[in-house]
């Protein structure tokens, strides 16, 4: 007769190949319990599979992520499976086999397994989503399930700077170079990717093994879906309804829904055998779009696409990838929102001025259309009225435009990465992963040509700033009231190509039951072009133009030690370098950066100003020891490095600069910045259905980058360089409660508690300021952060009774972030930064689900909440000195030209469906 048994798994957290994960155990006599060599242990329908040894332990390596069943069996023992084994990402999966003597009669043996209640031997703070979990989810993307775990604060990641996470796909890194200048989201993650063809996410916000480098905060790992069989799912998303239409209101959000659409779509071919070799094929597609928002001018068109052709043999895995995507995000611009149709949102059509030319005053009119093209031949009125003064006038000139907003710069952001992954077995003991990958970034800020300027009836041609100096159609931006801008372009046009060429070769061997050791190297080629202009007036304009390469390298050994009662180590060491003079010419910068003027356009600079290579030596350890068996304990110490973005190594590098403010000056001989980071960490089981992580941590941040600032001497002009001026420190305690299983109530609730201090909180400044030496709250201090994520499931009667259904509630809560209250008049070194804090706020979001089952078929149909509870509270405060008078007095943030979004946004809801086999 069957048995059913459940089985927990112990689910070891550590590094392996970033793709893959490792099973290992033991097998022993169930009724003597002494160890049996020999037993055959294998996964079913796989290649993968080992023997125990005279000990009774086995271990399987290299397994690709995924969920197994695994049968053991043994002349003389009836054979047992295991099914639902789940090989997770970073992770060795317990299963220990106990075997029943063939002289009891029973047939083959199943059992089913469960995820471990404690994961007993991880060393650090690390987060697993798996797909299943995020398909329930109210998110949109990947970084809305990133920014629910604890620690991530949006784009810092405990405390750290913007910039300091790394993000991997598939184990290739997918973060931009130059993530400084703009175009980039989250950390330098500048690519898209469906969310369909998530598997699993894992995010490590504490210390991470020796085989990740350039990070200092976190890692985000995410595995794409591998499949072997013929499945499919569509999903479709929108919140436009005809019964819901936008309506604008000026200087408030508007009334209805967004126009939103998601369209998604995931598909897995049927494995095709030629000879030995399997060929498995698979890809996903999201685009999204809108064209009318809460407010105006937040239109946005975005798509991704990924796919994965995988060649499988008994021991090679070949993988060829690819992800690109495309982007164009509109934005709301408060000060271009005054002067414009109203029928767009615009509060005016008109604007008015009076000018004085040849010793004639004339009235000039700026009025606002939808479609200024066709005014090319509109005839001057013979006079109108100046409603400043009540005077008419009969010299008048009207100016025909389209709306203020339509002249700001528009982001078009796009990605490529292309991967080649060979996963080589050598031995049962041993394997080899080498990965070829080039990931492409082209980022570009430009503006239309919104009012026809060349007549060619056309209002979304470019403007370009030519690299003479042509300013290619822009005009010069006038603003009225000192905030409201009434004709002209923003002054900025950005164009921004990355290109990063990586090889990397990572050796495992489980060289016994207690050890496996790793070793890789890691070779990269970067590649930056950078075209930038910004200007206040078009005959005044500032260029930053290079075109710089950069080499690197690493190497690291790393070492898993495991005992059998928990006790484990991580140790590893890390060796990182990089040189800022690339493969293509020298990279000439004086040592003091007092003399750059002297060497204007390079003047007087030699070889022995070569800027010079950096390196650094990273060690990292963690422990992890069960001290009962509901409770264990970790620690972890490490130190991580981080090459400075290329924008802050070769911005205005050829020194062909104009002194004035705000030039900035790359510095190619910065030094790398580094963090030390301490974490102790404490897990609890309550009941077996309920558990508890505890970690405190301390990170000691060094060499940050700042613009320093410099005066020429014997002249009012300075200029700033990039400098290793600035130091943080970060510590914090964070709080995760979880259910373990499945059952009609589950879900998360994770407090992080928080201190991040620094000398200042972004790499740049205005002229002149003055950065104290004290540490003050960072910008993005934040005291509290809670979240929580409660799923409902239908299960018994009233599974029964509706059906198969869930309700999923995304609920978070933080305290305010920190701003500088009104004391602007004291001398600089004595100002209180960031000593107040704006109030608290939280937020509800919900997704309902209702399934049907078809002939094999799932049919969803599902409705989203964003906002439940339609909750106001104030995001910043907006008007610079004077809207913080404003809103200490009344608590009003919008400052005094009604900046809507100091609040946050009002409610919306979508309807979709979702089908898939």
């Known amino acids: 007769m069957k048995r059913l048994f459940l089985v927990s798994l112990l689910a070891v957290q550590f590094v392996l190949a970033g793709t893959s994960g490792k099973i290992a155990g033991k097998a022993v006599d169930a009724a003597t319990g002494q160890p049996l060599?020999?037993?055959?242990?294998?996964?079913?329908?796989?290649?993968?599979?080992?023997?125990?040894?005279?000990?009774?332990?086995?271990?399987?390596?290299?397994?690709?992520?995924?969920?197994?069943?695994?049968?053991?069996?043994?002349?003389?023992?009836?054979?047992?499976?295991?099914?639902?084994?789940?090989?997770?990402?970073?992770?060795?999966?317990?299963?220990?086999?106990?075997m029943d003597a063939a002289d009891v009669q029973m047939e083959e043996v199943i059992v089913v397994a469960s995820r471990p209640p404690i994961q007993a031997d991880l060393t650090s703070t690390k987060h697993t989503v798996e797909s299943d979990a995020i398909d329930a989810l109210p998110v949109d993307n990947l970084m809305q399930v990133v920014f629910l775990q604890a620690g991530v604060n949006g784009s810092n990641f405990r405390g750290g700077r913007f910039n300091e996470a790394l993000f991997l796909v598939d184990?290739?890194?997918?973060?931009?170079?130059?993530?400084?200048?703009?175009?980039?989201?989250?950390?330098?993650?500048?690519?898209?990717?469906?969310?369909?063809?998530?598997?699993?996410?894992?995010?490590?916000?504490?210390?991470?093994?020796?085989?990740?480098?350039?990070?200092?905060?976190?890692?985000?790992?995410?595995?794409?879906?591998?499949?072997?069989?013929?499945?499919?799912?569509?999903?479709?998303r929108t919140s436009d309804f005809p019964w819901a239409k936008m309506e604008w209101t000026p200087n408030a959000y508007g009334k209805g829904q967004p126009d939103w659409r998601n369209y998604e779509a995931y598909l897995s071919a049927p494995s095709v055998a030629l000879g030995n070799i399997n060929f498995f094929l698979n890809g996903s597609a999201d685009i999204a779009l809108q064209t009318r928002g809460q407010l105006p001018h937040e239109n946005f068109f975005r798509e991704s696409y990924q796919?994965?052709?995988?060649?499988?043999?008994?021991?090679?895995?070949?993988s060829l990838t690819g992800l690109r995507s495309w982007s164009l995000d509109n934005d709301y611009y408060h000060t271009y929102s005054k002067y414009g149709p109203p029928s767009q949102g615009y509060q005016t059509d008109i604007f008015q001025r009076t000018v004085t030319e040849g010793g004639v005053k004339t009235l000039e009119q700026f009025i606002f259309v939808a479609d200024p093209q066709k005014y090319h031949n509109a005839r001057n009125p013979d006079s109108a009225k100046f409603a400043d003064d009540g005077l008419w006038y009969k010299n008048v000139r009207n100016v025909y435009q389209s709306g203020m907003q339509e002249h700001v710069s528009v982001p078009i952001n796009q990605s490529y990465n292309i991967g080649l992954l060979?996963?080589?077995?050598?031995?049962?003991?041993?394997?080899?992963?080498?990965?070829?990958?080039?990931?492409?970034?082209?980022?570009?800020?430009?503006?239309?040509?919104?009012n026809d300027r060349d007549g060619n009836g056309s209002t979304s041609d470019e403007l370009?700033?030519?690299?003479?100096?042509?300013?290619?159609?822009?005009?010069?931006?006038?603003?009225?009231?000192?905030?409201?801008?009434?004709?002209?372009?923003?002054?900025?046009?950005?164009?921004?190509?990355?290109?990063?060429?990586?090889?990397?070769?990572?050796y495992s061997n489980q060289i016994n039951s207690s050890h496996l050791l790793k070793t890789g190297v890691e070779i990269g080629y970067i590649k930056g072009d950078v075209e930038k202009v910004s200007f206040e007036s078009v005959s005044n304009p500032r260029f930053d133009l290079w075109n710089e390469d950069l080499f690197e390298m690493a190497y690291y050994l790393q070492d898993k030690i495991e005992v059998r009662d928990g006790f484990i180590v991580n140790a590893g060491i890390r060796l990182d370098y990089y040189n800022p003079n690339g493969l293509t010419g020298e990279v000439l910068y004086p040592a003091d950066p007092t003399t750059l003027p002297s060497h204007k356009d390079g003047l007087g600079l030699t070889s022995a100003d070569k800027a010079p290579s950096r390196w650094q030596v990273s060690p990292r350890i963690g422990i992890s020891h069960p001290i009962t068996e509901r409770d264990k304990i970790h620690f972890y110490y490490g130190h991580f490095f981080q090459r400075p973005d290329l924008r802050y190594l070769y911005e205005n590098v050829s020194l062909n600069f104009r002194y004035t403010t705000n030039v900035d000056l790359g510095n190619p001989r910065l030094l790398p910045e580094k963090t030390v980071s301490y974490e102790l960490g404490w897990d609890h089981l309550f009941t077996d259905f309920l558990r508890m992580n505890t970690t405190l941590y301390f990170k000691d941040i060094t060499n940050l980058v700042g613009a320093t600032d410099y005066v020429i001497s014997g002249s009012p002009d300075s200029y700033q360089a990039y400098t290793n001026m600035d130091y943080a420190n970060v510590r914090g305690l964070e709080l995760t409660l979880e259910t373990i299983g499945t059952r009609g109530v589950a879900g998360m609730v994770n407090v992080s508690y928080a201190f991040a201090n620094g000398r200042s909180s972004s790499v740049f400044r205005s002229n002149g300021e003055v950065v104290p030496r004290r540490l003050d709250p960072l910008n993005w201090d934040l005291r509290w952060k809670i979240n929580a994520n409660i799923l409902l499931t239908s299960t018994g009667s009233i599974r029964e009774l509706i059906g198969d259904a869930e309700v999923d509630f995304v609920i978070t809560a933080r305290s305010g972030y920190p701003y500088s209250s009104n004391t602007r008049d004291a001398f600089p070194l004595f100002v209180l930064r960031n000593d107040a804090r704006l109030p608290w706020q939280s937020n509800v979001d919900m997704r309902a689900r209702k399934s049907f089952a078809f002939d094999g078929i799932e049919f969803s149909v599902f409705a989203e909440i964003k906002n439940l509870l339609n909750s106001k509270y104030v995001s910043f405060i907006a008007g610079g000195r004077e809207g913080l008078v404003q809103y200490e007095a009344t608590g009003d943030p919008t400052g005094p030209y009604n900046n809507p979004t100091a609040y946050t946004r009002p409610r919306t809801y979508r309807l979709g469906f979702q089908v898939q086999f």
């Open 37 to 98: 060599p020999s037993v055959n242990i294998q996964i079913v329908g796989t290649s993968y599979g080992a023997a125990s040894d005279i000990e009774g332990n086995y271990f399987i390596i290299n397994v690709p992520v995924g969920t197994y069943t695994l049968k053991a069996s043994m002349i003389g023992y009836s054979a047992k499976t295991i099914s639902n084994v789940k090989v997770m990402l970073d992770m060795t999966t317990t299963i220990d086999f106990r």
């Open 171 to 236: 184990g290739m890194a997918v973060k931009s170079a130059i993530n400084s200048y703009s175009g980039t989201t989250t950390a330098g993650f500048s690519t898209s990717l469906p969310q369909l063809s998530i598997s699993e996410i894992q995010v490590t916000t504490g210390g991470f093994e020796a085989e990740y480098g350039n990070a200092q905060s976190g890692i985000v790992n995410t595995i794409t879906r591998d499949q072997n069989r013929l499945s499919a799912k569509l999903r479709v």
């Open 307 to 318: 796919a994965k052709l995988r060649a499988v043999t008994s021991d090679t895995r070949v």
């Open 422 to 450: 060979v996963n080589q077995t050598i031995n049962q003991q041993s394997f080899l992963d080498i990965k070829l990958s080039q990931f492409w970034t082209n980022f570009r800020e430009i503006v239309r040509d919104a």
């Open 464 to 506: 370009y700033w030519g690299r003479n100096g042509s300013s290619g159609g822009y005009e010069s931006r006038l603003s009225t009231e000192g905030y409201w801008n009434y004709t002209g372009d923003e002054g900025w046009f950005l164009n921004q190509v990355s290109r990063t060429t990586s090889l990397r070769m990572d």
